[in-house]
């Protein structure tokens, strides 16, 4: 299997840059998959979503992303996120209160339903 070369950067850092043998996102229009090879493509992130990487090593990488966009070429993908979290680093406890939070932002909840999916998504591979 081909490989391809992915970079994932939010407005603060970069998260992650390496090879990977498959990458899968939440986009505007649904759940996309992508392979090397794949026809070349701009992608909306959702408010919420996840971006799950699968390295050469097989090493899985799962981020909660928060808006944003991807762009895809036969042997690249570039993730750019608004904001993004490892589903390592997400704390469970907060973002459970902040969805329950009368009070908090819609944005907020949002940010806080894609770290949960993370983590959750995390743990089921």
């Given at each position: 299997?081909?490989?391809?070369s992915?970079?994932?950067?939010?407005?603060?850092?970069?998260?992650?840059?390496?090879?990977?043998?498959?990458?899968?996102?939440?986009?505007?229009?649904?759940?996309?998959?992508?392979?090397?090879?794949?026809?070349?493509?701009?992608?909306?992130?959702?408010?919420?979503?996840?971006?799950?990487?699968?390295?050469?090593?097989?090493?899985?990488?799962?981020?909660?992303?928060?808006?944003?966009?991807?762009s895809?070429?036969?042997?690249?993908?570039?993730?750019?996120?608004?904001?993004?979290?490892?589903?390592?680093?997400?704390?469970?406890?907060?973002?459970?209160?902040?969805?329950?939070?009368?009070?908090?932002?819609?944005?907020?909840?949002?940010?806080?339903?894609?770290?949960?999916?993370?983590?959750?998504?995390?743990?089921?591979?």
């Open positions: 299997m081909a490989d391809m992915v970079d994932m950067v939010s407005i603060e850092r970069r998260l992650w840059s390496g090879q990977a043998s498959f990458v899968s996102a939440t986009t505007t229009e649904g759940q996309i998959g992508i392979l090397h090879g794949h026809e070349p493509v701009l992608g909306q992130l959702v408010e919420g979503g996840v971006v799950t990487i699968v390295g050469t090593d097989g090493e899985r990488i799962v981020a909660a992303v928060n808006g944003g966009f991807f895809v070429t036969g042997a690249t993908v570039r993730i750019l996120a608004e904001t993004a979290d490892f589903a390592s680093d997400v704390d469970v406890d907060a973002a459970r209160a902040v969805l329950a939070d009368p009070n908090a932002s819609e944005l907020d909840k949002h940010a806080a339903e894609g770290r949960l999916k993370a983590v959750e998504q995390s743990s089921t591979l």
